[in-house]
Each structure stands twice: as C-alpha cells, then as structure tokens.
C-alpha cells in the first residue's frame, strides 16, 4: 500500500510563497513518476506539474511556469513544490499524486495513488 501525505499548505498574500511537500512511503519512492494537481471549490482538478523518477523530466501547466517548481529527494522519499509570486487564483486544494507507470502524466486519470490534500489560500 502506498502512502503519499502533503504538508506545507496555509495562508499567504499575494505576492508569497510556499512549499509544498509530499512524503511517500509502502514502496520504493523511485518507482513512480509524481505530480502535483489542484482543484478550486467549484473547479475540476487540475494539473500543476510533474516530474519523472530521475529529476530530469519535469513538466508544468502554464500557469505555474515561471513562478512554482517541482523537485524530488529520492533519498528522503519526497516531492516538493516550490511556489513563488502567489496570485489569488492559485487558492485551491493542492494534491499530489504518483504514477506506477514510466513517463511523467499530466492527466489526473493516469495516476495511481493520491494523498488527501493541503489547502492553500493566497490573499489580495
């Protein structure tokens, strides 16, 4: 069984940061492409980023290039989202999530395994 549990979340204002931090554990942390996901009250879920196994593939949604990155510390069995110049509208839940398959998905479906959630809240 397979674990995954977000810390990090809380409230900011505009203009903020926050880190995100997802821990894993059940099974080998490396096996599995990670991403992150959000959904807004009355939104559908929606994809933040991603990163493969290795650190070397990393994808983002266009509204978190420039201003989150995505990591990972295979030797602690953790992902991290590092979020710089926080709007209004990134409040949402943030989620994240692992994949049990090779290439790092975009698409919520594809993924696996999903931890409960932290809420982020950015204030004007």
């Known amino acids: 069984q397979v674990q995954l549990v977000e810390s990090g979340g809380g409230l900011v204002q505009a203009g903020g940061s926050l880190r995100l931090s997802c821990a894993v554990s059940g099974r080998t942390f490396t096996t599995y492409p990670m991403g992150w996901f959000r959904q807004a009250p009355g939104k559908e879920r929606e994809f933040v980023a991603s990163?493969?196994?290795?650190?070397?593939?990393?994808n983002y949604a266009d509204s978190a290039k420039g201003r989150f990155t995505i990591s990972r510390d295979n030797t602690k069995n953790t992902m991290y989202l590092q979020m710089n110049s926080l709007k209004p509208e990134d409040t949402a839940v943030y989620y994240c999530a692992a994949d049990s398959g090779w290439y790092p998905p975009q698409s919520s479906r594809e993924y696996d395994y999903w931890g409960q959630g932290t809420q982020v809240t950015v204030s004007s």
């Open positions: 990163i493969s196994r290795n650190n070397l593939i990393r």
